[in-house]
């Protein structure tokens, strides 16, 4: 579970982005963060795996004090919670299943290093990854051979690969055709939905957060102004 308790934040250059912020969230929800560009959907999402630290109050992921963490302990905690960005982060010159390898922090870094190798566990793990996002046959394929929506997948794959309990996702189809958003949402949605993993998305198209999320949270100038069941959205917000 992950808990905001009255938490604020304030950039370094004195813009606070984050006030008052209390909020629950249970392990296996689909929760969408709305909001106008600037309203802090994506300080939110940031703070809840330590890419922003908070400057007030307590956030919590499990038992973990998020805030309490420090160096290793943060690397660790970051491989419980996968993290989607609208510019999918991918290395484009090589293949899909490179990319997806990537997700493995070798035991001992050196020697994937100086080998460039990774165990068969590894292959069959990061091959499974890309099977669940039905991307399997792109597996030797350059990632800048696919199209946006299938670099998206690659991207969910890698992150599936870590077994997460949780997935951030920054805009994650901001940049996609609405045909293909439909195929990556949906590949969120069974995720979400067959592994039970937390799903966290900030995404500005309402109808979309609307049609896939189970609760939808509403941000304005860096304040709560809705918290509800999708079902319950009205033209209000
Ligand atoms: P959203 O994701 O809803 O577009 P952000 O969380 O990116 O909103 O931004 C919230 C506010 O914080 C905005 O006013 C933005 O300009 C500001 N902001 C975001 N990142 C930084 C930063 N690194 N330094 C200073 N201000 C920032
Ligand atoms: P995103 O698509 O992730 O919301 P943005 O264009 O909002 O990206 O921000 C890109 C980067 O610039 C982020 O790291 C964000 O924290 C930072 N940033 C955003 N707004 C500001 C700001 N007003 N001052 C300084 N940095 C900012």
Known sequence: MIEFINVEKVYPNGTKALENINLKIDQGEFVAVIGLSGAGKSTLIRCINRMHDITDGKLYVDETNVSNLKGKQIRRFRRRIGMIFQSFNLVTRTTVLKNVLVS???????????????TQEQKRKALEALDKVGILDKAYVRVDQLSGGQQQRVALARTLAQNPDIILADEPIASLDPVTSKLVMDDFKRINQELNISVIMNIHHVEVALEYADRIIGIRKGEVVFDGESAKVTDEI
Do not use: A
């Open 104 to 118: 493995f922090v070798p035991d001992n870094p050196l020697w994937r290093k100086i080998t460039g190798l990774y």
